[in-house]
């Protein structure tokens, strides 16, 4: 089983690697705009999911959740620093052999401590409880701006497969 991990952070650039990136060989960072076919994807700009994906937020909720946390343009971006050995991969999806996405959407505090994660889109809503577990296990380091940590909003996209 597999857990295909990117990170999207709000108005910031593509993430960068961290050290400790490949101590976890199940999950890969990938660059943001890289978004796999038939994924759950939200769009910001539309407020909508992706193709057969499950709207799980309204575009209304997702922009008060990221007001004041988004982290300006010129800012480092957030990288994961530590993914965790379990992925929290649905069991009955995995004795199927089933495939799937999800988007979630994470706060992150300037000590990168994960304030919140609520999916937003899934391609099967029996995938948003796991992408929201996974999303919090992960070890991050904040954004930063002007070298101070600050508070960040960024999608996570993640993607399950046997």
Do not use: N
């Not at 999950?27 to 193709?51: I, Q, R």
């Not at 343009?73 to 990288?79: F, N």
């Not at 940590?149 to 993607?159: E, K, Y």
């Amino acid at each position: 089983m597999t857990v295909l991990l990117a990170l999207a952070v709000g108005a910031c650039a593509s993430p960068q690697a961290r050290d400790g990136d490949h101590a976890f060989a199940k999950a890969d960072l990938e660059s943001s705009s890289h978004v796999p076919p038939g994924s759950a994807h939200y769009d910001p700009t539309t407020g909508e999911c992706s193709g057969d994906s499950v709207q799980l937020m309204s575009r209304e909720e997702y922009e008060s959740l990221v007001a004041g946390w988004k982290t300006p343009a010129d800012c480092d971006d957030v990288a994961r620093s530590r993914v965790p050995d379990s992925t929290g991969y649905p069991a009955l999806f995995a004795r199927l052999g089933k495939s799937g996405s999800a988007q979630v959407l994470v706060r992150l505090e300037g000590d990168g401590t994960v304030e919140s994660a609520r999916t937003i889109c899934a391609s099967d809503s029996g995938f948003a409880d796991a992408a929201e577990e996974t999303a919090k296990s992960i070890r991050y380091q904040p954004a930063m701006c002007d070298r101070k940590a600050v508070r960040s909003a960024f999608l996570l996209p993640l993607s399950y497969a046997p």
